[in-house]
Antibody, heavy 120, light 110 residues
Framework: EVQLVESGGGVVQTGESLRLSCAIS????????MTWVRQAPGKGLEWVAS????????YYVGSVRGRFTISRDNAKNSLYLQMRSVRGEDTAIYYC?????????????WGQGTLVTVSS | QSVLTQPPSVSAAPGQKVTISCSGS????????VSWYQQLPGTAPKLLIY???ERPSGIPDRFSGSKSGTSVTLGITGLQTGDEANYYC???????????FGGGTKLTVL
C-alpha cells in the first residue's frame, strides 16, 4: 500500500525556519519525482516545489524560490522541505505528493498533510 | 486570481449529471495535459483524471474528462451525495514554468 506521511508542521514565528518531512512507503521512491503542494486555510491548491528522481533538478513557485529548499534522501525513502524566512502567507497545510508516470503533470498519491502556522 | 478559471460552484440533484469547466490559455491547457482532483471536506486531494481524460484504477467511469482547445471539462454522472467536494484542475504552464491549479469548484448535490 502506498503511503506518504508528512511531519514537522507547527507554529513558527515570522522569519524563522522549519523543516517538513514526508516518509514514503509502498513504492520504489527513487523511481518517482516528488512534489510539495500547499493549501492556505479556506483556499485552493498551490504548487510549491518539485524534485526529480535523484535530486539533481528542483523547481519552485516564485513566491518561495530562495527561501524554501526541496530535497530527498532515497536511502531513507524521505522527502523534505526546508522552509526559511517564513512569512504569514506561508501559513497552510503542506501536502507531499507523488508525481504519476503519465504524459502530463499529475499527482497520483498524496499524504494527509501537515499544518504550518506562521505567527507574528 | 488563478491562471486557470473554474466556476466557484455548481449544483445538481442526485442521479443527475454535472460538468465543471476549466479555462486557460495556450501556455497551459492548450499545450499540456490536464489532471483533475477531488477534495472531500477535511481530506487530502485525490486524483480523478490524468492526461486530460484517463482515469486511475479505482475511479468509477461516472467521472470523465475532455479537452477542447484551451479548456477542459470534468463530467460526473449519476451524482451521489458522496460526490460533494471541491474539484480542481491542474496542469503545467510553460510561461510561468510552474504547475498551476484552478481556483476550485464546490459541487453541491442537492
Amino acid at each position: 500500500e502506498v503511503q506518504l506521511v508528512e511531519s514537522g508542521g507547527g507554529v513558527v514565528q515570522t522569519g524563522e525556519s522549519l523543516r517538513l518531512s514526508c516518509a514514503i512507503s509502498g513504492f520504489t521512491f527513487s523511481d518517482y519525482w516528488m512534489t510539495w503542494v500547499r493549501q492556505a486555510p479556506g483556499k485552493g491548491l498551490e504548487w510549491v516545489a518539485s524534485i526529480n528522481v535523484d535530486g539533481s533538478e528542483k523547481y519552485y513557485v516564485g513566491s518561495v524560490r530562495g527561501r524554501f529548499t526541496i530535497s530527498r534522501d532515497n536511502a531513507k525513502n524521505s522527502l523534505y522541505l526546508q522552509m526559511r524566512s517564513v512569512r504569514g502567507e506561508d501559513t497552510a497545510i503542506y501536502y507531499c505528493a507523488r508525481d504519476g508516470h503519465s504524459h502530463g503533470v499529475d499527482f497520483d498519491y498524496w499524504g494527509q498533510g501537515t499544518l504550518v502556522t506562521v505567527s507574528s | 486570481q488563478s491562471v486557470l478559471t473554474q466556476p466557484p460552484s455548481v449544483s445538481a440533484a442526485p442521479g443527475q449529471k454535472v460538468t465543471i469547466s476549466c479555462s486557460g490559455s495556450s501556455s497551459n491547457i492548450g499545450n499540456n495535459y490536464v489532471s483533475w482532483y477531488q477534495q472531500l471536506p477535511g481530506t487530502a486531494p485525490k486524483l480523478l483524471i490524468y492526461d486530460n481524460n484517463e482515469r486511475p484504477s479505482g475511479i468509477p467511469d461516472r467521472f470523465s474528462g475532455s479537452k477542447s482547445g484551451t479548456s477542459v471539462t470534468l463530467g460526473i454522472t449519476g451524482l451521489q451525495t458522496g460526490d460533494e467536494a471541491n474539484y480542481y484542475c491542474g496542469t503545467w504552464d510553460s510561461i510561468l514554468s510552474a504547475v498551476i491549479f484552478g481556483g476550485g469548484t464546490k459541487l453541491t448535490v442537492l
